[in-house]
């Protein structure tokens, strides 16, 4: 059975690298003009540079072929997941569509699978997530990633089809606690480039993504994930990778807010967008993430972070 993958983005293209080993593999992009360029190049230099394309996947910018697999892993930007599933929704009724964006969307405050379910209730469902940093993927590194999919068999289905040698599927049935998992982990991941931009040290950076896993559970928890997902890949797993790693552009976005720098825009920081609708959530809820609401106001320049550490470090004292 071919798969295909709608985004030629970094994420995209290292998937499309791994799964070739299993089979065709179609990778859409929207611009023809890059598309061109990867089919001529064997290449797609402007996104994943120094990895060639195996010879089974077709890069393509006709939708229509894109669309025609029954299994079609989504890897755009999470703000830009509503816009294609509202887009292509007759035509990706009856799929398995396997999200692999982290993120919440901030217009409607939903997760990648809840998205799918409002606009395109006739598909199913999935989410990989995991940590995974697209390079390593490429480069045919080991990886172990969550597959959540609500519907068991469905899951399984897709665990034998997207797993490799080299990269390693567990599976879970659920969905949300995994994908709050993913989104998340780059809010503190934000956080964490911040106190090590403003140079408050690695003591301080292991606080933060405790009390930021802490966060993450209780809200997860409060939409149904489960505890023992968060404690999984899909969250402590990626939390770590992505606070302690320079490959992380979250990271990297917070390293430099702290160091008081701007940060270059054209580059996807999915945790911007959504530290925003997780602070939005929180309030709305009445769940305490003290952390997610300082990353939004950092990333809106509401608040310094001299102001934002010290806000952190004077909440009332409280029980671990
Ligand atoms: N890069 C990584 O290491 C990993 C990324 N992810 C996730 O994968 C998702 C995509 O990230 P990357 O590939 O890294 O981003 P990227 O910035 O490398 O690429 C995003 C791609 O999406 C395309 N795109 C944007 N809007 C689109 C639209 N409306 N329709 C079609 N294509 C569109 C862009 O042209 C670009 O090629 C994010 O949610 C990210 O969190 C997950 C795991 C690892
Ligand atoms: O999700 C990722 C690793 O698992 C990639 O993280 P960044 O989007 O911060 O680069």
């Known amino acids: 059975m071919s798969i295909s993958i709608i985004g030629a983005g970094a994420f995209g293209t290292a998937l499309a690298v791994a799964l070739a080993q299993n089979g065709p593999v179609t990778l859409w992009a929207r611009d023809a003009d890059h598309v061109r ?77 809840a998205l799918i379910e409002e606009i395109c209730p006739k598909a199913t469902p999935a989410i990989l997530t995991g940590p995974s940093f697209a390079a390593d993927i490429a480069r045919g590194l080991p990886t172990a990633l969550t597959l959540a999919c609500a519907n068991g068999e469905a899951g399984s289905a897709l665990q034998a089809q997207l797993s490799t040698p080299v990269l390693r599927l567990y599976r879970s049935t659920d969905p949300k606690g995994a994908e709050l998992g993913g989104a998340l982990k780059n809010v503190i991941a934000i956080a964490a480039g911040v106190v090590i931009g403003a140079g408050l040290g690695d003591s301080a950076r292991a606080a933060l993504i405790t009390r930021g896993f802490a966060e993450m559970t209780r809200l997860a928890e409060r939409f149904g994930g489960k505890a023992e997902t968060l404690a999984g890949l899909s969250g402590l797993g990626d939390l770590v990778l992505t606070c302690t790693s320079e490959q992380s552009r979250n990271f990297r976005f917070g390293a430099t807010l702290g160091r008081g720098e701007i940060f270059d825009p054209s580059i996807t920081v999915e945790g911007a967008a959504t530290a925003k609708a997780v602070s939005a959530i929180a309030l709305k809820h009445a769940i305490e993430m003290p952390i997610a609401h300082m990353v939004s106001a950092l990333v809106d320049q509401k608040i310094t972070v001299d102001a934002a550490v010290s806000a952190l470090m004077s909440r009332p004292l409280k029980e671990e």
């Open 37 to 113: 360029e990867m089919q001529k190049t064997g290449r797609n230099s402007q996104r994943l540079a120094g990895v060639a394309l195996p010879e089974n996947v077709s890069v393509t910018a006709e939708i229509g072929r894109a669309l025609a697999p029954d299994v079609i892993l989504l890897a755009i930007p999470m703000q830009q997941t509503a816009g294609f599933l509202e887009q292509h929704r007759t035509a990706l009724a009856g799929k398995l569509l396997v999200s692999c964006s982290k993120g919440i969307d901030l217009a409607t405050l939903r997760g990648p699978t």
